[in-house]
């Protein structure tokens, strides 16, 4: 016999303002019923002395150092810019400047 009855699928339809026929309610008593024999399945399996995973496989941090390697200098990075003034990008306003 399932977890779910269906006066328990009938009143969390009430609670929830969903009006289903007895169709619906005999087809949702028995999609929940399997939903609840799942967990109850899994929870059978999980015990004590096996420990809780959060993915299959183990992560590791796979950032690198952060050391600055070679540079351009000022000049070296404004040397194809279309437009430049005291060692930066010119670029039109786009503001009104308020």
Do not use: C, Q, W, Y
């Not at 699928?9 to 929830?16: G, M, R, S, T, Y």
């Not at 007895?22 to 015990?47: C, N, P, Q, R, Y």
């Not at 096996?50 to 299959?56: F, L």
């Not at 496989?57 to 437009?83: H, K, Q, S, W, Y």
């Amino acid at each position: 016999m399932s977890a779910i009855s269906r006066e328990d699928v009938a009143h969390l339809a009430h609670l929830a303002h969903i009006e289903m026929s007895d169709a619906e309610l005999d087809k949702m008593t028995g999609e929940l019923g399997v939903i609840v024999e799942a967990i109850a399945s899994v929870s059978e399996a999980a015990s004590a002395d096996v420990p809780a995973t959060t993915h299959p496989i183990a992560l590791f941090n796979v950032f690198r150092e952060d050391v600055v390697g070679p540079t351009l200098t000022a000049e070296e990075a404004l040397m194809n810019a279309p437009d430049s003034a005291d060692t930066r990008f010119k670029v039109p306003a786009i503001l009104d400047g308020e």
